[in-house]
């Protein structure tokens, strides 16, 4: 707040501060200091970070308005001109979430392999496919190369999808 009274068109102060109501559960104000921030990237043509759309789609997610979480996400990639990881996935589990699949995969693709494959067996799951979704995880244990990792990520599938795998035929 002290840098916003020193220079109200603090890009990011207004992006930390609407951070913090945002991990405070204050979404509307969150969305007042992220509309503040964006405001004042729109006006700064030297700007060129734009993580105030991706923080605002972490807010409307938060409030659970998927729809408008996609549409900052995809702002922020199409404005700074490349995928952001972490949105990429948000974007999947909130397709996913919305029951929009084929989005869900599309989206999951702009990630490591390994991630794409266990996403990927996720969504065959929720589709009730049993069998394609031990394939994928298969297919992300078999793109491992290091073997402790390879380890890490048997156990780590097995442990999270144990319930859906108990009568599966392997």
Request: with cysteine; charged share 35%; glycine share 8%.
């Amino acid at each position: 707040e002290a840098a916003i009274e020193d220079d109200e068109n603090d890009i990011a102060a207004w992006n930390d501060l609407g951070c913090c109501y945002l991990h405070r559960g204050q979404y509307e104000k969150a969305i007042e200091c992220l509309t503040k921030a964006i405001e004042n990237e729109q006006s700064s043509p030297s700007h060129d970070d734009y993580l105030s759309y991706g923080n605002m789609g972490e807010t409307y997610e938060s409030m659970g308005q998927y729809e408008k979480a996609i549409e900052y996400y995809e702002l922020y990639e199409k404005l700074h001109g490349k995928k952001h990881i972490p949105y990429c996935e948000d974007k999947g589990r909130l397709y996913e979430y919305l029951g929009r699949y084929a989005e869900a995969e599309e989206a999951y693709k702009d990630f490591g392999t390994i991630e794409y494959y266990i996403n990927l067996g996720n969504i065959a799951l929720r589709q009730g496919d049993k069998a394609k979704a031990l394939e994928l995880f298969d297919k992300s244990i078999d793109v491992t190369e290091d073997e402790d990792d390879k380890a890490k990520n048997m156990c780590t599938v097995g442990m999270n999808h144990m319930d859906y795998f108990g009568d599966a035929e392997t």
